[in-house]
């Protein structure tokens, strides 16, 4: 479960004080989640969000991803979307953690996953990139492929015993991916701006078969755009037994195209970006897997789920499903 930071009610009276968004009725953990420490607030105005952040988070990056969540809230994506003190600031601090509310948007992600839920995805993810053009503060992908062969060599001693030869497996991926990554030695660059860079299915709600909205913005970054795509081709369109599902894939590009249609660079770009996207999340996920204690309150995620769809994309270099 995800609730690191247990928070006395004294100091969340006093924090909720600094707000006008009526009166505390509850407030309770939620368990979803690995990174950071949610509570769902109720007040008696609405029910909100209330995050402590706690792992990967830099502080001094918060009011960048709170300022997104705001921009493309503004505009019309459905995002949470912060909510100021009485004071106007979106951040502040309680039981010793940087903190902030948000709205709470209804709907659940999807269990079973098909091919409308994918092009719901992929058509609100290019909303996403179209609106994010006007938010023109940058932020450095701190999980790009700089990031990768240091996180290897930190999981280099024990990787294998995980998976006999998983790491000499990434170390050849990477061999390949890093000199053919867009904008490397002759690869053109492509067209970049903000991405949520974790648009996982628990990261997507749906009402019924319509998708309501988009969370957890704490991975998004300033990067190629197509990276966002080939990373949400890696986390929607494999089934349980980590096979591709081509109608997945298809219906992802569509949705994605029937709002903004992606270049012949992009094209061409795809099977090395969601490579490269299977090792940031083959590589994280083993991190998690070493790092974290036995009585650690969340389970680590499986890096060997990701490693499946890294043979999957190396096998498949022309990606003849496009
Ligand atoms: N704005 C919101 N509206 C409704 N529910 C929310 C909202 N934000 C978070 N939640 C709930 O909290 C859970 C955890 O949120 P979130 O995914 O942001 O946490 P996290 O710890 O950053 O997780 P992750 O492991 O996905 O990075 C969600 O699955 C959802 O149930
Ligand atoms: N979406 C990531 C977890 C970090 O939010 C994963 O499944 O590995």
């Known amino acids: ?26 407030c309770h953990g939620i368990a979803e989640g690995v990174e950071n420490s949610n509570f769902l607030l109720r007040t008696t105005r609405a029910d ?3 995050t402590l952040y706690e792992r990967r988070v830099v502080p001094g990056e918060l009011p960048w991803f709170l300022g997104l969540m705001l921009y493309l809230a503004q505009r019309g994506l459905s995002c949470p979307r912060p909510v100021a003190d009485r004071a106007g600031s979106t951040l502040g601090h309680l039981a010793g953690r940087p903190a ?45 492929p700089a990031a990768w062969p240091p996180l290897l060599e930190s999981c280099r001693a024990q990787g294998d015993q995980v998976q006999p030869g998983l790491v000499a497996e990434i170390d050849a991926a990477l061999a390949t991916v890093l000199p053919s990554w867009p904008g490397q030695g002759g690869h053109p660059a492509l067209p970049r701006g903000q991405i949520h860079a974790d648009l996982f299915p628990d990261n997507v709600f749906f009402i019924d078969d319509r998708l309501s909205g988009l969370i957890d913005f704490y991975f998004a970054c ?35 195209e029937s709002v903004r249609i992606l270049t012949e660079d992009e094209r061409r770009a795809l099977p090395v970006l969601a490579t490269g996207a299977s090792v940031r999340f083959t590589l994280t996920r083993l991190y998690d897997w070493i790092n974290t204690p036995p009585d650690a309150l969340v389970t680590p995620k499986d890096p060997l789920d990701y490693l499946a769809r890294l043979r999957f994309f190396r096998a498949h270099p022309a990606m003849e499903w496009l």
């Open 48 to 50: 909100y969000i209330l």
């Open 100 to 144: 902030a509310i948000t709205t709470f948007l209804q709907g659940t992600w999807p269990r079973q996953i098909t091919p409308s839920h994918c092009e719901a995805v992929g058509a609100a993810m290019a909303r996403l990139h179209q609106d994010g053009q006007g938010y023109t503060a940058e932020r450095r992908n701190g999980l790009g």
């Open 1 to 26: 479960m995800a609730v690191y930071t247990d928070v006395p009610p004294d100091e969340l009276s006093r924090f909720l004080g600094g707000y006008d968004i009526g009166e505390p009725v509850s």
């Open 222 to 256: 300033t990067d190629w755009l197509a990276y966002d795509l080939a990373i949400a081709l890696n986390a929607w369109c494999f089934d349980e037994s980590a096979a591709f599902c081509p109608a997945r894939a298809q219906a992802m590009v569509r949705g994605y």
